[in-house]
């Protein structure tokens, strides 16, 4: 440490270790142009390290502080830069083009990138003039700021504390607008939610309602075909997976002779999963599958012909018909179910169904029912 009648320290460098070529280079032009310069270069040996840049700084009347992308991550440079920026000594030069960090963005920063000792430069220059204005008309308690630089920091320093607090202010205004979103937008799901479960309800609702009539018209004393098959296809457009009603829906379709539409419809009712079919059904549905594609495959050449090859007499229309083919059971509907009030509840049987023995018919009487059958099936019913 100087005496007290030494004269004061014009500029003290602060650098980063890498950047020590560049410092010593600085160093010699500032002194070249009649300024006393510090750096620790100037550290005697065995002195206190600590204590003598601590003296050298409060001695200082600019601190120079290099800012380099080695620097800005040195404890070090960072420590001298904020005890100089306490003290209104701190002049920032940046060396490399970096960002500064995070508290001396703000404040005057010169430039002398890529300079290679030219003290004629202008950058050069303009840190030298720089210095001189600081340290004029200054005594020993140090440099003071040039008074438009002071003023732009007291602006800085005003025009952040009212973008704090209007920040802050933002802050909460926002976060309670934000929550008042996040629950018109919850309230919203909800109400989509539950309109959602609503409809389901009454679409349920509504097929359970056509499927129960179908059944009646199907089961009535004199069953009503056309109108049963209507209840089941209004209940399969309210509830498309409704798989009962497509099973007595097929079972409509053979009795009246559709046997495309019936086999299809007993291959969609085995993959339905509303109102599924129980253990019997389904396997109903599985031998009305059997026999409706043994009778479509049997069918199709004896309708295309027209008459007896052998004898030249009209073929029998009887063997084109789909429910003539053993197996099958087109005319004689599946046992009725008790469907209960609930939606979505799936009807169970009221009572097992037996099969009855099969009695094989007189030829005779065969002979006589034809006609009668044949008169019955017309499509001019």
């Known amino acids: 440490m100087p005496p007290p009648s030494s004269p004061m320290l014009d500029v003290f460098i602060s650098y980063a ?80 083009e970096v960002d500064l960090p995070l508290g001396f963005g703000q404040l005057h920063t010169l430039d002398l990138l890529d300079w290679e000792g030219d003290t004629d430069s202008p950058a050069f220059q303009k840190v030298v003039s720089e210095i001189r204005l600081r340290g004029a008309n200054q005594g020993h308690d140090g440099p003071v700021i040039p008074r438009a630089v002071g003023r732009a920091n007291s602006r800085s320093r005003w025009m952040v504390i009212g973008a704090v607090v209007v920040v802050i202010a933002l802050g909460f205004g926002g976060k309670k607008y934000w929550d008042m979103q996040q629950a018109a937008a919850q309230q919203r799901v909800l ?129 084109a018909r789909p429910t003539a083919v053993p197996g099958a059971s087109p005319v004689a509907p599946p046992p009725p179910v008790a469907v209960t009030a609930a939606a979505g509840t799936a009807p169970a049987a009221t009572a097992p169904f037996k099969t009855p023995q099969r009695i094989e018919p007189i030829a005779s009487k065969i002979a006589t029912l034809t006609p009668l059958v044949e008169a019955m099936f017309d499509d001019n019913k």
Do not use: C
């Not at 950047?19 to 002195?47: H, T």
């Not at 389901?200 to 509504?206: F, I, K, L, S, T």
């Open 191 to 319: 109400a989509a939610q539950a309109e959602a479960a609503r409809q389901a309800d009454a679409a349920r609702a509504e097929a359970d309602r056509h499927f129960r009539l179908g059944l009646d018209q199907q089961y009535a004393n004199v069953p009503q075909l056309e109108a049963a098959l209507n209840e089941y296809l209004s209940a399969l457009e309210s509830r498309p997976g409704h798989g009962r009603a497509r099973y007595y829906l097929g079972h409509v379709y053979a009795q009246t002779g559709k046997t495309a539409d019936a086999l299809d419809a007993f291959r969609q009712a085995l993959t339905q999963t509303e109102a599924p079919l129980d253990r019997s059904q389904r396997a109903d549905a599985e031998k009305q599958i059997a026999a409706l594609s043994r009778a479509t495959d049997e069918a199709t050449p004896i309708a295309r012909a027209s008459v007896d090859g052998a004898s030249g007499r009209p073929a029998d229309k009887t063997a």
């Open 17 to 96: 270790r890498s950047n020590r070529p560049i410092a010593q280079q600085l160093a010699d032009a500032l002194e070249a142009q009649q300024l006393r310069v510090w750096w620790d270069s100037d550290l005697s040996a065995g002195s206190e390290f600590a204590e003598v840049i601590e003296d050298r700084l409060r001695d200082a009347r600019v601190v120079l502080v290099l800012w380099s992308a080695d620097s800005v991550r040195s404890a070090f440079v960072r420590d001298e830069s904020s005890r100089a920026m306490r003290s209104n000594k701190l002049m920032p030069l940046r060396i490399e």
